[in-house]
């Protein structure tokens, strides 16, 4: 079970697209780092540079400079921007998407939506440019209003990951640029391209040079520096639990502001009433839709033992639906983003395997293309304690588990380091209740998909997941690029 895909090939296109650090307005840098589309491993899907410690104080210093004059800009002008730049991801969703899945392996309608989400959030956002903030407070002495206000932090800095490549550097950058701040980010190194489109219509829309700069590079490099720089008064990171708390420490240090989306192993709960077919549908969506590469993916389900049999056998159905492909050629399930990632995946089943699990589906026979195409995954008879269980995969298989009734099951769900999403399927209304108030998950789903969320409700978790201090998404984010001001008015 092992792929041949390389992480250098001869692309066959001609087109082949090159990223660049945005620095003060300008791309600069000699693209000459190779991506390789992992569902077409003789492909060149794009080229970016390289990075030094320079290029991050080049863009910090750009980003210092450009501020003030940005947070001095009225707040509808900001968001005219920002809504700008949304319809013009709009306007090259096609381009844009396609992109998206020779860089990261994805299916072409995963990347559109991809694409028109991000394009969501910029107009979300720059609407919010129109809205109130800040209240009017009675005051206990006489002649006096009270009022408040939120102030920008200043520079920013942003880490993304390559798992939605251009919605999440829009859902951080968005909330961070109609606040006033400016940005330095460092895009995922396997995904260029994504956070070069971002930035182009941002460019295109009009937003002033300097406020928006990106710097692609190692994590060891381009974040180490932005965590360590005085000038970045926060730092947003969305990626490993291991590499979010080790920038929370060093910010931390420095008494600069956090903010941590880390790893998620997240459980759904099926229970006897449930319709098997239906419960089978949520977990397949929620476990094998975007190839499982999602921090709120679903990786394991507790089921009671009278739903135990045709629950497994929906979902084996369902599993099925899930062919692996080339994204570009309408495959249900796209690539596994690189040979790592999928060497990961072999890993986790193989040792589950070997310690007694049941493989249901997902046998893998090789590719003789050496495209990094896993099969969804189904495994049962597997001990709770079993890593396939309690670590993160990050990629489509899932693990059943039996589970005496509801209590034993809801334990086993918050049995977890992780505490991102979690999801019941039942149709008593009592017992999801129950389960709402008594899991410890930041995102609760009841007969829905763990994965997915609206751009308008605040997104986090606990535990290992999150720094369970300032959320994600809808207004909600605005709370972590902003600080509070109270003000005294005598007459």
């Not at 049999?309 to 596994?336: C, Q, R, S």
């Not at 207004?475 to 008015?489: C, I, N, Q, R």
Request: hydrophobic share 45%; net charge negative.
């Amino acid at each position: 079970m092992t792929s041949t895909a390389t992480e250098s090939a001869t692309s066959t296109r001609k087109d082949v697209a090159a990223a660049q650090h945005l620095i003060n307005g300008e791309w600069i840098g000699d693209p000459e780092i190779q991506r390789i589309n992992p569902a077409r491993p003789e492909e060149l899907a794009a080229l970016s540079p390289r990075s030094t410690a320079d290029d991050v104080d080049a863009a910090i210093t750009a980003a210092a400079a450009a501020q003030p004059a940005w947070a001095a800009l009225p707040a509808p002008a900001r968001g005219a921007i920002l809504m700008a730049a949304g319809n013009l991801l709009l306007e090259r969703q096609s381009a844009i998407a396609e992109d998206l899945v020779r860089e990261e392996g994805k299916t072409l309608a995963e990347a559109k939506g991809e694409v028109k989400r991000a394009s969501d959030v910029l107009r979300f956002f720059g609407s919010l440019g129109w809205a109130a903030t800040g209240e009017v407070l009675p005051s206990g002495i006489p002649d006096t209003t009270i009022t408040t206000r939120r102030e920008p932090l200043g520079v920013v800095g942003l880490i993304t990951p390559w798992n939605f490549p251009i919605a999440i550097p829009a859902w951080k950058a968005a909330p961070a640029l109609i606040s006033g701040n400016a940005v330095v980010i460092k895009p995922a190194e396997l995904t260029p391209l994504s956070a070069t489109h971002l930035a182009r219509a941002l460019q295109d829309a009009g937003l002033p040079a300097g406020v928006f700069n990106v710097v692609h590079g190692k994590g060891r490099v381009v974040g180490d520096a932005l965590a360590r720089d005085p000038r970045i008064a926060g730092l947003s990171f969305t990626g490993s639990t291991k590499v979010g708390l080790g920038l929370q420490e060093i910010l931390n240090a420095r008494r600069a502001r956090v903010q941590l989306e880390m790893g998620g192993k997240n459980g759904v709960l099926v229970l006897d009433d449930a319709d098997p077919r239906k419960a089978a549908a949520v977990v397949a969506a929620g476990a094998f839709g975007l190839t499982g590469q999602a921090c709120t993916a679903t990786s394991r389900v507790y089921v009671t033992p009278g739903i135990r049999d045709a629950f497994l056998e929906a979902l084996i159905a369902e599993a099925a639906n899930y062919t692996a492909g080339d994204g570009l050629d309408g495959a249900k399930m796209g690539a596994v983003v690189s040979s790592q990632q999928f060497e990961q995946d072999q890993a986790a089943v193989r040792t589950a395997v070997e310690r007694g699990a049941t493989l249901l589906h997902g046998e893998y026979d090789g590719d003789p293309s050496g495209a990094l195409l896993f099969p969804a995954a189904v495994l049962t008879d597997i001990a709770l304690d079993d890593a396939a269980v309690t670590e993160e995969i990050f990629g489509p298989v899932v693990a059943v588990v039996e589970v005496p009734d509801y209590e034993a099951g809801l334990a086993a769900i918050n049995d977890s380091r992780y505490g991102l999403t979690a999801g019941i399927c039942t149709d008593s209304l009592a017992l999801a209740t129950d389960f709402a108030v008594r899991a410890q998950a930041g995102v609760i789903k009841v007969n829905r998909p763990t994965a997915g969320l609206d751009l308008n409700v605040p997104f986090g978790g606990v535990k290992d997941s999150s720094t369970n201090t300032f959320r994600e998404q809808g207004k909600s984010a605005l709370d972590f690029f902003t600080w509070g001001k109270t003000v005294y008015t005598g007459v």
